[in-house]
T-cell receptor, first 114, second 113 residues
Framework: QQPVQSPQAVILREGEDAVINCSSS?????VHWYRQKHGEAPVFLMI?????EQKGHEKISASFNEKKQQSSLYLTASQLSYSGTYFC???????????????FGKGTKLSVIP | DSGVTQTPKHLITATGQRVTLRCSPR?????VYWYQQSLDQGLQFLIH???????AKGNILERFSAQQFPDLHSELNLSSLELGDSALYFC????????????FGSGTRLTVV
C-alpha cells in the first residue's frame, strides 16, 4: 500500500523551514527519502532503518517513528536549491520471500522562492 | 552521472507494438528495480531482480516482463502497448549495504501514439 505524504505542495521563501510527513498502514522495515527535480531522476537523500532514528544531512534531517509507522523530513533555512518534489519510500517485507519492496508516496512539491 | 545507465532516453511507438528498455546497474550492485512514473500515480514499483533472480513483483501488468542477465544488466519488455503505458520508466540499483539507498538512472520516456 502506498504511503501517504502531506502536504501535497508547499511554497517557501528562502530561509524558511518546512516539514514533510509520511505515514503508512503497513509495518515498516525502513523509510527512504528522495528528491526529484523536474525532468531528472530521483536522488537519494537518506534512509532510516530503526524506529526513533533521526538522521541529518546539512540542513535536511528526518525522523522515523516505527510505532506510529510515520516519518518526517525537516528542511531548515531553505535554499533555492531545495526546490523539487520530495518522495518518501516505505520498505516492507515482500510476501515472506526474504526481500523487501520499496513503495513510494505521491510526493510533495516544494517550491522555494527568493 | 549516477552510474546507472538506461537506454534509450526517449522512445515513441505506436499502440500494439513491443519495446525493450535496457538498464545497466552501478558497478558492483546486484539488485535492479524497475519503476513507472506517470503524472497522477507517482513512482510505481514494477519488479525487483537480485543477481539474476526475480525477488519481488509490484503492479506489473501481464503484458510487461523483465529479466536480469548474467552480466547484471536488465531489460524491461513492454508488449501490446496502449496509450496509458506512456510514462517515464526508471531503473534503479542498490548495493548490499542497506544504508546506501537506491541509485536511479535518468529514465526512459516512453510515448505511445
Amino acid at each position: 500500500q502506498q504511503p501517504v505524504q502531506s502536504p501535497q505542495a508547499v511554497i517557501l521563501r528562502e530561509g524558511e523551514d518546512a516539514v514533510i510527513n509520511c505515514s503508512s498502514s503497513k509495518a515498516l522495515y525502513s523509510v527512504h527519502w528522495y528528491r526529484q527535480k523536474h525532468g531528472e531522476a530521483p536522488v537519494f537523500l537518506m534512509i532510516l532503518l530503526k524506529g526513533g532514528e533521526q538522521k541529518g544531512h546539512e540542513k535536511i534531517s528526518a525522523s522515523f517513528n516505527e510505532k506510529k509507522q510515520q516519518s518526517s523530513l525537516y528542511l531548515t533555512a531553505s535554499q533555492l536549491s531545495y526546490s523539487g518534489t520530495y518522495f518518501c519510500g516505505t520498505e516492507s517485507l515482500y510476501s515472506g520471500a526474504g526481500s523487501y519492496q520499496l513503495t513510494f508516496g505521491k510526493g510533495t512539491k516544494l517550491s522555494v522562492i527568493p | 552521472d549516477s552510474g546507472v545507465t538506461q537506454t534509450p532516453k526517449h522512445l515513441i511507438t505506436a499502440t500494439g507494438q513491443r519495446v525493450t528498455l535496457r538498464c545497466s546497474p552501478r558497478s558492483g550492485d546486484l539488485s535492479v528495480y524497475w519503476y513507472q512514473q506517470s503524472l497522477d500515480q507517482g513512482l510505481q514499483f514494477l519488479i525487483h531482480y537480485y543477481n539474476g533472480e526475480e525477488r519481488a513483483k509490484g503492479n506489473i501488468l501481464e503484458r510487461f516482463s523483465a529479466q536480469q542477465f548474467p552480466d547484471l544488466h536488465s531489460e524491461l519488455n513492454l508488449s501490446s502497448l496502449e496509450l496509458g503505458d506512456s510514462a517515464l520508466y526508471f531503473c534503479a540499483s542498490s548495493a548490499e549495504y542497506r544504508g546506501s539507498g537506491y541509485t536511479f538512472g535518468s529514465g526512459t520516456r516512453l510515448t505511445v501514439v
